[in-house]
Nanobody
Framework: QVQLVESGGGLVQPGGSLRLSCQAS????????MSWHRQAPGKQREMIAS???????NYTDSFKGRFAISRDLPADTIYLQMNSLEPEDTAVYYC?????????????WGQGTQVTVSS
């Protein structure tokens, strides 16, 4: 079994910054690509960025600049640095991993962490 756990969300004022973390844990797995997504109230879930084991990153265009994804490969942890946050960034932020687990391909989602940007 593989579990993804996000942390670092919370309440922040407009213009502030947050750094989210997501750690994958379990046995007999390889997370070959991990990514961050978010879902705002009443909107579809959207991908922010992904990162491979070689640190190749892909960003949805609207998130380039303010958001940055990174990875601590030995710890199976990814991060999302978010700067210049605005109320429109309020959403539940989710971690996702494409996995090889027990010899099979699969995926996993974290439970999400709430980010609220408000004055």
């Amino acid at each position: 079994q593989v579990q993804l756990v996000e942390s670092g969300g919370g309440l922040v004022q407009p213009g502030g910054s947050l750094r989210l973390s997501c750690q994958a844990s379990g046995t007999d797995f390889l997370a070959y690509e991990m990514s961050w997504h978010r879902q705002a109230p009443g909107k579809q879930r959207e991908m922010i960025a992904s990162i491979s084991r070689s640190d190749t990153t892909n960003y949805t265009d609207s998130f380039k600049g303010r958001f940055a994804i990174s990875r601590d490969l030995p710890a199976d942890t990814i991060y999302l640095q978010m700067n210049s946050l605005e109320p429109e960034d309020t959403a539940v932020y989710y971690c996702h991993a494409d996995l090889i687990h027990g010899g099979r391909m699969g995926d996993a989602w974290g439970q999400g962490t709430q980010v609220t940007v408000s004055s």
